[in-house]
């Protein structure tokens, strides 16, 4: 090997290896992809902010008695008197405010992903306990007796279903006695492109590699459904 084969030799293994280095930098690891997730969410939430001024537009609602319904189900998990409740992907707050006039006595926390939203919580319902706090990347020292999530699931992301089991197994990690979240069902006649509609035999068969008590409930409205995980062993003489 002469002296220009010797340099054109280093010369392409310099640029191949460079090349590599190019090319992986545009390979999305997984966590990345959350992180991707999360900044759609926030986007999304803080343009709310900015185009509407009805509560309900803002966290993405069309109507007051069809979430003051799902907040009902939600609810109805267990007797939540005097526990400890957080109401995770809060928005402004709403769920706080129906246990107040329901007369549901619980000591309620809020978290939610946009500051923003956050902020405007907290001028709404100053006498709310609510945060900004990530669940999936902050380090949460709080323990809840019940974790709830309305609508947390609803908005179109990168990879929906992947997202939805880290915050289901996150949720259960966190809690005491049991998660409830509700979501849109894929058992419609029409899908918005916007939309994330989950399967309810496949969230439910996640949920049942978690914990053995697992409820599944299609009754209140066609279009979504509600799933109550429960981390108590099992008593017959409950029932």
């Known amino acids: 090997m002469n002296l220009s084969q010797g340099a054109f030799i280093f010369k392409y293994f310099s640029m191949l290896k460079h090349i590599r280095r190019d090319n992986s930098a545009h390979i999305m690891k997984p966590y990345d992809t959350y992180l991707a997730d999360k900044t759609t969410i926030i986007e999304y939430y803080e343009n709310c902010l900015k185009r509407h001024q009805d509560?309900?537009?803002?966290?993405?609602?069309?109507?007051?008695?069809?979430?003051?319904?799902?907040?009902?189900?939600?609810?109805?998990?267990?007797?939540?008197?005097?526990?400890?409740?957080?109401?995770?992907?809060?928005?402004?707050?709403?769920?706080?405010?129906?246990?107040?006039?329901?007369?549901?006595?619980?000591?309620?926390?809020?978290?939610?992903?946009?500051?923003?939203?956050?902020?405007?919580?907290?001028?709404?319902?100053?006498?709310?306990?609510?945060?900004?706090?990530?669940?999936?990347?902050?380090?949460?020292?709080?323990?809840?007796?019940?974790?709830?999530?309305?609508?947390?699931?609803?908005?179109?992301?990168?990879?929906?279903?992947?997202?939805?089991?880290?915050?289901?197994?996150?949720?259960?990690?966190?809690?005491?006695?049991?998660?409830?979240?509700?979501?849109?069902?894929?058992y419609v006649d029409y899908q918005d492109a916007e939309l994330y509609y989950a399967r309810p035999e496949e969230v439910f068969a996640f949920a049942k590699t978690m914990t053995p008590r697992v409820a599944l409930r299609y009754d209140y409205m066609p279009y979504e459904f509600t799933l109550y995980l429960y981390k108590t062993d099992f008593e017959p003489d409950a029932f």
């Open 55 to 186: 509560e309900l537009k803002i966290v993405g609602w069309r109507s007051k008695k069809r979430q003051d319904l799902r907040f009902k189900v939600l609810s109805q998990i267990d007797d939540l008197s005097h526990s400890s409740v957080l109401d995770l992907g809060c928005g402004l707050g709403a769920l706080g405010e129906f246990f107040q006039k329901q007369e549901i006595q619980v000591y309620y926390t809020g978290y939610e992903l946009c500051g923003r939203m956050v902020n405007m919580a907290k001028k709404l319902r100053p006498y709310l306990r609510i945060k900004e706090v990530d669940i999936l990347k902050d380090d949460v020292q709080e323990r809840f007796d019940w974790i709830l999530s309305s609508g947390v699931f609803n908005l179109r992301l990168n990879d929906n279903l992947a997202f939805l089991k880290k915050m289901l197994a996150k949720s259960f990690d966190l809690c005491e006695l049991g998660v409830g979240v509700n979501m849109l069902s894929t």
